[in-house]
């Protein structure tokens, strides 16, 4: 306590407050309690043992000559001065106090003191006696049941707004009985009835008050098969069940249902929680994407019957064409031995015009087989490494008497014979000769078809540049669709089945690769051919 003395403590004083320190010390001994005397200004003239070790020293002397404020916590320092000053000042004889000590190492020590003013036969204060009890176990406990019951509240907090703004139907029941504790707010909303209704309800009550029917919407459920019961008196586990909840409007819900027990730390089943949420919506779309499903795997396979019937027809046709068209092949050349005698001038060029056309008609034909065969997925690949430069000088010579002719400059830029492509050189040969054709037919005379190779991200393109009159914008896409003639200007009249780039695109994709095209109209096109690069191309 503090005190302003006239004078400081006589020897005589301290030697009386070390005395009655003794006296009282002995009389508790053996008891958990401190005792502690000091002179009016604070400072310490007997500790006990008990005090001593509770402040963390070895001996008695460790403290003589402290002050028992400076070994209080600064925090409750003043607290203690005030409370020692009106003692001082008559307004009481002592007081009680719980408070922290300074333990030599720094640490802190809660004790529940008991302070006495003992006067001299002047009345005037002689010394002090202070009880000290080591409370620090208690404050312990304290402080771990207010956290726990922080902890307690805030989880309290987290529970009520779960229940209060999470979008999934949720139940809690107490065991054994199964009475219901809690329903979250979309839960009870769900029902389509109010909480009082839901709540505080026990097993049997359960199927009628919140109307639980079996998946099949009939049987009522039995309060022993609901999943919330089986959690919670037995402990089980139950996982993704549908049944049906009917409101009182006469609506209803399927649920899909999950349930678990609420055990203690001793593993002991206190109650149980199940969730739920309206899988209507889900089971709707479902059935829709099944039967969508269902309309579009009926639509494939009545075009792919079509496509098949359409091949078919045309195979078949092509097959009955070919026979008459062999046989006008073989009186032609019957003719030309003279077995019927000698041709006129005039007949022979007859019998010439007969053989071109039906030659260009067996071409055709050859086109509607080959787009047959492509269409049916009958068309067979021989892959394998392809120099580009060999293929340009196949095909290349195939087109250069019908550019000549129209007075064009073909031009083939000379390509390494690194260069190579993955693919059948036959079908690939077929690809540059149709789009090197088309290139030439299109573009009028004393213009230029341009051909340049270039390798990118794994792949070679090869590409034909015309200065034809160009494809418009609208007409670009269309022209790679089967039996669709382009529609640029052309000098001279239009041949053909509008089978080619149909089937030129159809083989190139079936190698791996593509054909695509580009145009400005007045300027020209430009047809590339995409295949995969050979491994051992560069």
């Known amino acids: 306590m503090v005190v302003s003395p006239e004078s400081p403590p006589t020897a005589d004083a301290t030697e009386r407050a070390r005395a009655y320190g003794e006296r009282v010390a002995a009389v508790v001994h053996g008891l958990p309690l401190g005792v502690v005397t000091t002179a009016p200004d604070g400072r310490i003239t007997f500790a006990n043992d008990v005090f001593v070790a509770m402040l963390g020293y070895d001996t008695e002397t460790d403290l003589d000559g402290q002050s028992i404020f400076d070994l209080t916590h600064p925090e409750d320092r003043q607290a203690d001065e005030a409370l020692a000053d009106t003692v001082i000042r008559g307004e009481q004889t002592g007081y009680s106090l719980e408070k922290r000590y300074l333990r030599r190492d720094g640490s802190t020590a809660w004790a529940a003191i008991t302070a006495t003013l003992v006067t001299d036969a002047a009345g005037a204060p002689d010394f002090a006696l202070g009880i000290v009890k080591d409370i620090g176990a208690r404050k312990a406990a304290e402080q771990s049941a207010a956290e726990a019951l922080a902890r307690a509240e805030e989880g309290q907090r987290m529970l009520a707004a779960l229940m209060r703004y999470v979008p999934e139907g949720i139940t809690i029941a107490d065991a054994p009985d199964v009475r219901i504790r809690m329903v979250s707010d979309y839960g009870a909303w769900l029902t389509g009835r109010p909480h009082s209704a839901l709540e505080a309800i026990s097993a049997d009550a359960h199927p009628d008050a919140w109307g639980i029917y079996h998946a099949d919407g009939v049987t009522k459920a039995r309060p022993e098969e609901l999943p919330l019961t089986r959690a919670t008196v037995a402990g089980e586990v139950v996982k993704d069940q549908e049944w049906i909840v009917r409101r009182p409007d006469g609506t209803y819900s399927t649920i899909l249902c999950s349930a678990g027990p609420i055990r203690d730390a001793a593993g002991v089943v206190t109650g149980g929680v199940i969730a739920w949420r309206d899988i209507d919506d889900r089971k709707r779309a479902a059935e829709e994407r099944e039967r969508l499903l269902a309309a579009e795997r009926e639509a494939r396979a009545a075009a792919e019957a079509a496509s098949r019937a359409r091949g078919d027809f045309l195979a078949s046709m092509s097959h009955e064409l070919r026979t008459p068209l062999n046989a006008i092949l073989g009186y032609q050349d019957l003719l030309e031995t003279g077995v019927a005698g000698p041709l006129t001038e005039v007949q022979q060029q007859y019998i010439d015009r007969v053989r071109a056309s039906a030659r260009h008609l067996v071409s055709l034909i050859n086109q509607v087989l080959t787009y047959a065969r492509v269409e049916a997925g009958a068309m067979e690949y021989v892959i394998a490494p392809v120099r580009v430069a060999a293929l340009l000088q196949t095909a290349e010579p195939l087109v250069a008497p019908q550019a000549a002719v129209r007075d064009l400059a073909l031009v083939v830029h000379a390509v390494g014979d690194a260069v190579m492509v993955l693919a059948d050189a036959e079908k690939a040969?077929?690809?540059?000769?149709?789009?090197?054709?088309?290139?030439?037919?299109f573009t009028p005379p004393g213009g230029r078809v341009e051909v340049t190779t270039e390798r990118e991200n794994g792949r070679v393109a090869i590409r034909v540049q015309d200065t034809g009159?160009?494809?418009?914008?609208?007409?670009?896409?269309?022209?790679?669709?089967?039996?669709?003639?382009?529609?640029?200007?052309?000098?001279?009249?239009?041949?053909?089945?509008?089978?080619?780039?149909?089937?030129?695109?159809?083989?190139?994709?079936?190698?791996?690769?593509?054909?695509?095209?580009?145009?400005?109209?007045?300027?020209?096109?430009?047809?590339t051919l995409t295949l995969p690069s050979a491994p051992d191309g560069r």
Do not use: C, Y
């Not at 000769?433 to 290139?439: E, F, K, R, W």
């Not at 640029?488 to 095209?517: F, V």
């Open 469 to 527: 009159p160009g494809i418009a914008p609208d007409d670009l896409g269309p022209i790679f669709e089967a039996f669709r003639q382009g529609t640029r200007p052309l000098h001279g009249r239009t041949e053909g089945t509008g089978l080619g780039l149909s089937i030129s695109r159809a083989l190139a994709r079936g190698m791996g690769g593509d054909l695509t095209a580009e145009s400005t109209v007045g300027v020209g096109s430009t047809f």
């Open 429 to 441: 040969t077929q690809i540059l000769v149709n789009v090197l054709a088309n290139a030439v037919k």
